[in-house]
DNA sequence: AAGTGGTCTAGACCACAAC
DNA sequence: TTGTGGTCTAGACCACTTG
């Protein structure tokens, strides 16, 4: 970790570019490459604590402050939790306050806790080959092996939600319906314990669309019922396009919801 | 500015309840607070420069650092702009990099720019009186004068966007339709200019819809043609909502884009 | 009592913009 | 050259959690 001056750029020459401006990277976002650095690796695992400030300090060189810094940014990213007088963990789709953090549809009467999680039922769950347009979204070729499955997610008895999901064949190797359907609370906490692998963040493109008759089917509704179509491509660190998920939601009882700042 | 300790709580009993903790209050968030106070009173208006860390430090008290802190979040909330060498800004809706900040629905190419802004139609501009529901929203009694205004927005001459917007009378007295489809760029920051009004956050819900025959005829869709329905309140500083709009929007070419972290 | 994150300060220096 | 925000440090002390 270079100080005097806090190196121009340590990243090595990957290509033979020349960057006319040299791009000062501060110290704090050196750490802060290093210690995503170690989340990626696994070092620390979700849920668990990482070391203290002092212990990262000493670790990089930097004063507390330094390293301070940097977890306050990792922390504004969702990827850290610190908890006074406790630590600093790696953030995990496991925790109570930020369950469904990625589900955005609540009831109408916005008491998402009366209605308790969602329940699922898995309509299919199988090992498939990447179509062109969804290898691309997922950073693949086309033919490589993905995972795929459908499910319906349902609120007090009543079909709400029907997705399906791809996900890359090489990461989720072993993933079956069992898994789906079994693991109590989110999806994505089930995808840490059993593939180490956690979402970090996801964009979403949304529509109305009519119901097909399949689609009408399945969820319950007349065919043509005005649908959400959701959209979601979800990423782990660095990145990296994990998941692809297209959702239907039914908004008569439920709507979605966006806070815009 | 209490500092030796950093007053325990220095808000005034408003009522008689007590606190069991006493709420301890970090000298930042007080700093915070008060500057927050200048922004609400128009001591520096939208677009112009605060006084320097420097003479806040001074002013209030505290070190630099501490002045520091505050910035640092009013600025995460979007309230304050930042720029190196310049100074520390009072953001606005009429800067280029953040125009349509809270407008979701982009070309399906992802392509912004070629588009353009948007054409505006006012089809209405009136003086009403706020039914219970719109009262209750915009925190007003029923009756009170409100101004409703109806517009449909088009993309390359194609319209998209059919909305109805509902303001408290009193912050909008004289609100004409010229105004509405004269101004070029955000609405928002024409209400920051005419009204001294700053839209800070809003918040959304979004359901799919079936368009009935008016709206069908003013969208110039098919009637039952899917609709995103949006509707958003809109809040000033200090979280006093100053906007209802109620938006269908067409999505055959457009999507609603958000971002989940 | 010991260890963690959280706050506050003071000072030095760097990067950027404007004059 | 001057003034602004941005980085980095070091140290003191506070608040919260655990033993």
Redesign the pocket.
């Given at each position: 970790?270079s100080?005097?001056?806090?190196s121009?750029n340590d990243s090595a020459a990957a290509d033979g570019a020349v960057q006319a401006?040299p791009a000062?990277?501060?110290?704090?976002?050196?750490?802060k490459v290093l210690i995503l650095q170690s989340l990626q690796d696994g070092e620390w695992k979700p849920g668990e604590?990482?070391?203290?400030?002092?212990?990262?300090?000493a670790r990089f060189?930097?004063?507390?402050?330094?390293?301070?810094?940097?977890?306050?940014e990792l922390?504004a990213e969702n990827l850290l939790v610190?908890?006074?007088?406790?630590?600093?963990f790696v953030a995990t789709h496991a925790e109570q306050h930020v369950r469904y953090r990625f589900l955005r549809l609540i009831p109408d009467s916005g008491d998402v806790d009366t209605e308790g999680p969602a329940q699922r039922e898995v309509l299919e769950c199988k090992r498939a080959r990447a179509s062109a347009d969804i290898a691309r979204t997922l950073g693949l070729r086309t033919g490589d092996p993905v995972v795929q499955v459908r499910r319906i997610l349902s609120f007090g008895g009543v079909p709400t939600i029907l997705e399906d999901l791809w996900l890359p064949g090489n990461a989720f190797k072993g993933l079956n319906a069992g898994q789906m359907a079994g693991y109590h609370g989110p999806t994505y906490a089930m995808f840490e314990v059993e593939f180490g692998v956690r979402m970090v963040r996801a964009e979403e493109r949304i529509r109305a669309v009519a119901a097909d008759a399949q689609q009408a089917m399945l969820l319950k509704v007349e065919q043509h019922t005005p649908l959400l179509s959701v959209e979601r491509v979800a990423y782990t660190y660095n990145d990296v396009p994990m998941e692809l998920r297209r959702g239907l939601y039914v908004t008569e009882t439920h709507h979605y919801r966006n806070e815009l700042s």
């Open positions: 970790m100080q005097t001056p806090p121009s401006t000062f990277s501060p110290l704090y976002q050196q750490i604590a990482i070391p203290s400030e002092i212990e990262l300090a060189r930097v004063s507390q402050g330094t390293v301070r810094k940097a977890i306050d922390a610190r908890r006074q007088g406790k630590g600093t």
